[in-house]
């Protein structure tokens, strides 16, 4: 229980994610927007969204490993780097394939982050608090989703967008520099307690079969690509619809703020509903809300569905973090937690590629449409998931560890 009375830790850590992802979040769409400026069409917006996640496709897992057998906290630093770097150096290219790369570059830093973090959470919290401090904890990205596209907005307009959006990933830069303002006192105090033998790795394999792990990360997938493509092409859609910039920036910040206001909320839910079912009307939801988008509704409609979709898509997230640390073999948590996040990119690299080719054959609402299927599969993932025993929304007994059972 130690570990989960002084929460210090997580208050610095939910400050020090805030930055860094109001930084990712500025710039993602500073990105797109920055593509149109120098010339890219819909299908290249898709193709350097997709390099955002296609580097951290390849060290995902090889991170969660060495994560396992050692020290979570370096991780946060090295990403912090790498993102403020990638925003920086984005503003600066001045072509289309050099402002992939730096793409890619942030999205390398942002997994790095990711890793570090969750894997801090999750041995740093009791069994019991697993839900509770990772709704929290996803807070901070809920606050940078929030504050970075409206930073974004506002900064990106006029007949000068190249420099504009220039302007914007320079700024973002720096903010997530201002991570670091947190980061200096966050100790991982559990690395010598968790850690095992290099050689007593279990396999991938073993960790992709354990009840709940697929779901798990079929849910995270389903909910990140969601998130990716609404900040990467509801910019596109703006364009096309003669939405400004600003009020783009406003739309994507009501759903973040709707991402915030549930996971404030999240812990009577899962007592009111259980995770199975909780899972199951939000992704349902979501799928009906993300396929609304496509259909041509005035601007305070549009923001009406985006803070119920954010309200929808806040549940996922969380509540699969949870699942597959609790799914995972002892000694194999990071690992699986890594596992969860190479599916987050292999859905970042494929959603936002085949986004850009509906987007180039059926319009550019149409990847929502494609969206709304994936959530609508997760909501039958999750609604044939086994209900929790004994009242216990965190969910099904046979998934939780031994010490879990227990108690």
């Known amino acids: 229980m130690g570990p989960g009375r002084n929460r210090g830790w997580l208050l610095r850590l939910v400050i020090a994610f805030g930055f860094a992802q109001g930084a990712v979040s500025m710039a993602r769409p500073a990105v797109s927007y920055r593509a149109l400026a120098l010339g890219a069409d819909e299908r290249a917006v898709g193709v350097i969204a997709g390099v955002y996640a296609l580097l951290p496709l390849f060290v995902a897992v090889p991170l969660g490993r060495r994560t396992d057998h050692g020290r979570c906290a370096p991780l946060l630093p090295a990403g912090v780097i790498l993102i403020a770097g990638g925003c920086a150096f984005s503003g600066l290219a001045n072509s289309l394939w050099t402002t992939a790369i730096w793409s890619g570059v942030m999205g390398l830093g942002h997994l790095c982050f990711v890793i570090g973090s969750q894997s801090l959470v999750a041995r740093q919290s009791a069994p019991h608090e697993q839900d509770r401090n990772f709704g929290h904890f996803t807070i901070g990205a809920s606050l940078g989703q929030l504050i970075g596209p409206i930073a974004a907005g506002a900064l990106i ?45 279990v396999p991938v394999g073993s960790i992709l079969r354990a009840r709940g792990v697929p779901a798990g990360m079929l849910i995270s997938l389903s909910v990140l690509s ?37 996971r404030l909320v999240l812990t009577p839910l899962l007592r009111l509903l259980g995770r199975p079912l909780l899972l199951t009307v939000t992704c349902l939801l979501a799928a009906v809300l993300c396929a609304g988008i496509a259909l041509p509704v005035p601007v305070w409609v549009l923001g009406l569905m985006l803070a119920v979709l954010g309200f929808c898509l806040g549940v996922g997230q969380p509540l699969s973090m949870t699942t597959v640390v609790q799914a995972a073999p002892d000694g194999a948590r990071s690992t699986a937690l890594a596992l969860r996040l190479t599916g987050n990119r292999l859905g970042q690299v494929a959603a936002p590629a085949a986004a850009g080719l509906v987007a180039g054959v059926a319009g550019v609402a149409a990847p929502f449409v494609m969206l709304g299927g994936l959530l609508l599969l997760s909501a039958g993932v999750a609604l044939r998931s086994p209900a929790p025993e004994g009242g216990n929304p965190a969910g099904p007994r046979a998934t939780l560890p031994q010490s879990v059972r227990r108690m």
């Open 157 to 201: 307009g006029g007949p000068d967008m190249a420099g504009t959006s220039a302007t914007a990933l320079l700024v973002a830069g720096a903010g997530a520099a201002v991570a670091f303002t947190s980061l200096w006192r966050i100790e991982d105090r559990t690395a010598v307690k968790s850690r095992t033998a290099q050689g007593d790795r």
């Open 226 to 262: 969601a998130t990716d493509i609404l900040t990467a092409y509801l910019p596109v859609v703006g364009e096309h619809r003669g939405i400004a910039p600003s009020v783009i920036g406003v739309l994507l910040s009501v759903r973040a703020g709707a991402t915030i206001a549930c």
